[in-house]
């Protein structure tokens, strides 16, 4: 197909500075391959991960930056060597468009873990060109790294999957905790924190939701369906949960004391990161031995675990809490998200926002 080997412009919205303002940008697509896929965007969900990208909160950041890495959007041409997909398919991309392909994570399709992955917006692709996100009208993505979405399930509803649901699915895939009857705790009620508890519930688990405060019993309890709540500070509440737990899934990205936590797990019972913390964590080596518990954490999830995500959702009928916005609100989101006012995940409607018109 002869228009797949020309470079299209697009507009999105991208940062141009650390200031992390969002503003219409318009750019290059990169020239498109057998294997590629061109995406019109149809939402996209909002991450913590981008407002930290968008601000350079880690030093990492090259502007003018098109953010966004739960993008689901629908096929409009496909290269000659595309296997996976048609025109007309809805279809999802998550936070990686690229790896080496050679190293053992990828050869045990466990691409997440390559050293040379490429990120979906705030790197540089194979051919040179800096990689953009789903906060624009359109993408092109190998195929390899994008997935279908289930005849069923929302576009708005899927977006929050392809990032912060497989966040929690892949350690409870990974670690044989998928099976029913199991007791969970989820550690911090942000958006991959409900997403835990919407997952977790949806595999027959009884859940116990941990907080710094009251504020969110409501919710967790009668909204999402948590079965207990406790509160981090309430030592007494603690202490009678000791030795509980199968697993529980931290998932705060602020520094915080991790005794507690293990000592509420169970025998071979797992304490699993997702919080990104950049200081070390602390504790007592006996809490570990006493009941050859594990402290670990795991990083996304690969291709194979987004599709089963996917069809798992939608057959259990899970349906995250969602806000769904228009581009041009996308600032506000942003400053909102950044001081925990959303339940529990501002998605983005770009079709609707006409971006190229």
Same mark, same amino acid.
């Given at each position: 197909?002869?228009?797949?080997?020309?470079?299209?412009?697009?507009?999105?919205?991208?940062?141009?500075?650390?200031?992390?303002?969002?503003?219409?940008?318009?750019?290059?697509?990169?020239?498109?391959?057998?294997?590629?896929?061109?995406?019109?965007?149809?939402?996209?969900?909002?991450?913590?991960?981008?407002?930290?990208?968008?601000?350079?909160?880690?030093?990492?950041?090259?502007?003018?930056?098109?953010?966004?890495?739960?993008?689901?959007?629908? $096929?409009?041409?496909?290269? &000659?060597?595309?296997?996976?997909? +048609?025109? @007309?398919?809805?279809? %999802?991309?998550?936070? /990686?468009? *690229?790896?080496?392909?050679?190293?053992?994570?990828?050869?045990?399709?466990?691409?997440?873990?390559?050293?040379?992955?490429?990120?979906?917006?705030?790197?540089?692709?194979?051919?040179?060109?800096?990689?953009?996100?789903?906060?624009?009208?359109?993408?092109?993505?190998?195929?390899?790294?994008?997935?279908?979405?289930?005849?069923?399930?929302?576009?708005?509803?899927?977006?929050?999957?392809?990032?912060?649901?497989?966040? $929690?699915?892949?350690?409870? &895939?990974?670690?044989?905790?998928? +099976?029913? @009857?199991?007791?969970? %705790?989820?550690?911090? /009620?942000? *958006?991959?924190?409900?997403?835990?508890?919407?997952?977790?519930?949806?595999?027959?688990?009884?859940?116990?939701?941990?907080?710094?405060?009251?504020?969110?019993?409501?919710?967790?309890?009668?909204?999402?369906?948590?079965?207990?709540?406790?509160?981090?500070?309430?030592?007494?509440?603690?202490?009678?949960?000791?030795?509980?737990?199968?697993?529980?899934?931290?998932?705060?990205?602020?520094?915080?004391?991790?005794?507690?936590?293990?000592?509420?797990?169970?025998?071979?019972?797992?304490?699993?990161?997702?919080?990104?913390?950049?200081?070390?964590?602390?504790?007592?080596?006996?809490?570990?031995?006493?009941?050859?518990?594990?402290?670990?954490?795991?990083?996304?999830?690969?291709?194979?675990?987004?599709?089963?995500?996917?069809?798992?959702?939608?057959?259990?009928?899970?349906?995250?809490?969602?806000?769904?916005?228009?581009?041009?609100?996308?600032?506000?989101?942003?400053?909102?998200?950044?001081?925990?006012?959303?339940?529990?995940?501002?998605?983005?409607?770009?079709?609707?926002?006409?971006?190229?018109?």
């Amino acid at each position: 197909m002869d228009s797949l080997k020309e470079e299209r412009k697009t507009t999105g919205w991208a940062a141009k500075d650390p200031s992390g303002l969002l503003s219409p940008y318009t750019f290059t697509l990169r020239k498109t391959g057998e294997e590629d896929v061109l995406i019109k965007v149809i939402c996209c969900g909002v991450c913590h991960t981008d407002i930290h990208l968008i601000r350079n909160d880690h030093g990492t950041s090259n502007y003018p930056m098109v953010p966004g890495h739960e993008v689901v959007g629908e $096929v409009m041409e496909v290269g &000659s060597d595309v296997s996976k997909f +048609k025109v @007309g398919d809805t279809v %999802g991309v998550g936070l /990686l468009v *690229g790896c080496c392909n050679t190293c053992r994570p990828c050869a045990a399709e466990e691409e997440q873990y390559c050293n040379k992955k490429i990120w979906t917006y705030n790197d540089i692709y194979t051919d040179g060109k800096p990689t953009q996100g789903g906060f624009s009208a359109s993408m092109v993505v190998h195929q390899k790294f994008v997935v279908k979405i289930p005849k069923g399930l929302a576009p708005e509803q899927a977006a929050p999957l392809l990032c912060a649901g497989v966040t $929690v699915y892949s350690p409870l &895939s990974h670690f044989g905790l998928k +099976k029913s @009857g199991l007791r969970g %705790g989820i550690l911090g /009620l942000g *958006g991959v924190g409900h997403m835990g508890v919407l997952i977790a519930k949806a595999m027959d688990h009884h859940v116990t939701v941990i907080s710094s405060s009251n504020k969110k019993r409501d919710e967790a309890m009668n909204v999402l369906g948590a079965d207990e709540y406790l509160v981090s500070s309430d030592a007494d509440k603690i202490q009678a949960a000791v030795d509980s737990l199968d697993y529980i899934i931290d998932t705060l990205p602020i520094p915080h004391p991790v005794d507690d936590y293990v000592s509420m797990l169970k025998l071979d019972g797992k304490l699993i990161l997702l919080g990104v913390v950049n200081v070390p964590l602390q504790f007592v080596s006996p809490l570990l031995m006493s009941g050859r518990k594990t402290i670990t954490g795991t990083f996304i999830g690969n291709m194979r675990e987004i599709e089963e995500l996917l069809e798992f959702c939608n057959e259990k009928g899970v349906k995250s809490k969602i806000e769904v916005v228009k581009m041009d609100y996308i600032n506000t989101a942003i400053e909102r998200l950044a001081n925990n006012d959303v339940r529990y995940r501002f998605v983005v409607d770009v079709a609707a926002s006409k971006l190229e018109d």
